[in-house]
């Protein structure tokens, strides 16, 4: 069974510094590895996924993440934190198998606090 | 686009009454799922769709039932209500990649109470 860790709860990150959010992964074969973000209140906004090729993939809004296979990690990284980034964040894995729907596992979601 | 839509967005129930949680997607997505998310458990699904006419159960599906007659909607029905189902529900849809899921575009959400 495929599941996902986000060990932290909460990160907290003074404005303009960079950030961490955690991510480790464990899944049958290769993976497919997403980030989404939760703004209060509403639902569910995508970020970034990786499918193959480059270890660091870019996102939306300033955001990257590092694919680690030795690690089964996926960190999502942002070199300049903004206290508009302050949300909940989830790591998502499915694996990549060949024909059919995959399912998606995501992980408890960690709570981002820029501080101003 | 519209994007994912959902109704309603507030619901209070009580035990035992039935009720439909509406889902809509206007992208021609056939992937369709159903999540529900509670505090200190993220996201979990309940049920999901791969095209119009069928379905299959995802981690927590009893108490839940879904249909899917058309690629845009996918409704989500709950038969008896409990209070183990007050939750945040999210309806979900993404088109395929390579035959695992792309991205998938979120619904605002439906909070549940069943009292």
């Known amino acids: 069974a495929q599941s996902v860790a986000q060990p932290e709860d909460q990160v907290n990150v003074a404005e303009g510094n960079p950030l961490t959010v955690k991510c480790t992964y464990s899944v049958s074969g290769n993976p497919y590895l997403f980030w989404y973000v939760q703004y209060p209140n509403r639902g569910l906004q995508f970020l970034l996924k990786?499918?193959?090729?480059?270890?660091l993939v870019k996102g939306s809004y300033g955001f990257e993440a590092e694919f680690n296979k030795s690690q089964t990690s996926f960190h999502l990284k942002k070199p300049s934190a903004l206290v508009s980034d302050s949300a909940l964040y989830f790591c998502?894995?499915?694996?990549?198998?060949?024909?059919?729907?995959?399912?998606?596992?995501f992980g408890i979601g960690t709570k981002l606090q820029v501080i101003p | 686009n519209a994007g994912v839509t959902q109704t309603p967005k507030f619901q209070v129930l009580k035990t035992g009454q039935s009720m439909t949680l509406q889902c809509a997607q206007d992208m021609n997505h056939e992937y369709m799922s159903w999540y529900r998310q509670d505090p200190g458990m993220g996201l979990r699904l309940i049920h999901y769709s791969v095209g119009a006419g069928i379905t299959d159960q995802g981690e927590v599906p009893n108490g839940y039932n879904v249909s899917r007659s058309t690629t845009e909607d996918f409704p989500l029905r709950l038969l008896s209500a409990a209070p183990s189902q007050t939750s945040v529900y999210f309806c979900?849809?993404?088109?395929?990649?390579?035959?695992?899921?792309?991205?998938?575009?979120f619904g605002p959400g439906t909070r549940l109470t069943v009292l």
């Open positions: 990786y499918i193959t090729g480059d270890n």
């Open positions: 998502a894995v499915s694996p990549r198998n060949s024909g059919g729907y995959q399912k998606v596992t």
């Open positions: 979900a849809s993404s088109y395929g990649l390579a035959g695992g899921p792309g991205e998938q575009f």
